[in-house]
């Protein structure tokens, strides 16, 4: 499996980006996916997932501010952030995940090297 992040860049706080994330390897339409972030110094976080029924989920730190979609006839899962913050700052990766309930745990070993979001104060 290959998971390919983009769209990362230096924006000022209150800014809009839009992530992207293209998958190959795998049956893209099969899988939930998933996005998660690693702000420097600091582990790995959940941030949302998309079912393959396209239900969606958030972390609390973002709700509200960050929306997740897929599309399935390009294998590619989007994030779109609004009203970025300082907080958001770190490296976006996606990943297809399991899910129970609305708990999603990442499915595979091979994350990618991310895109690299900054946000200024």
């Known amino acids: 499996v290959q998971l390919q992040a983009s769209g990362g860049g230096l924006v000022q706080a209150g800014g809009s980006l839009r992530l992207s994330c293209a998958a190959s390897g795998i049956l893209f339409r099969s899988y939930h996916m998933g996005w998660y972030r690693q702000a420097p110094g600091k582990q790995r976080e959940f941030v949302a997932t998309i079912r393959t029924g396209f239900g969606t989920y958030y972390a609390d730190s973002v709700k509200g501010r960050f929306s997740i979609s897929r599309d399935n006839t390009k294998n590619t899962v989007y994030l779109q952030m609004n009203g970025l913050n300082p907080e958001d700052t770190g490296v976006y990766y996606c990943?297809?995940?399991?899910?129970?309930?609305?708990?999603?745990?990442?499915?595979?070993?091979?994350w990618g090297q991310g895109t690299l979001v900054t946000v200024s104060s």
């Open positions: 990943n297809a995940v399991t899910m129970r309930g609305v708990y999603s745990t990442p499915l595979f070993d091979s």
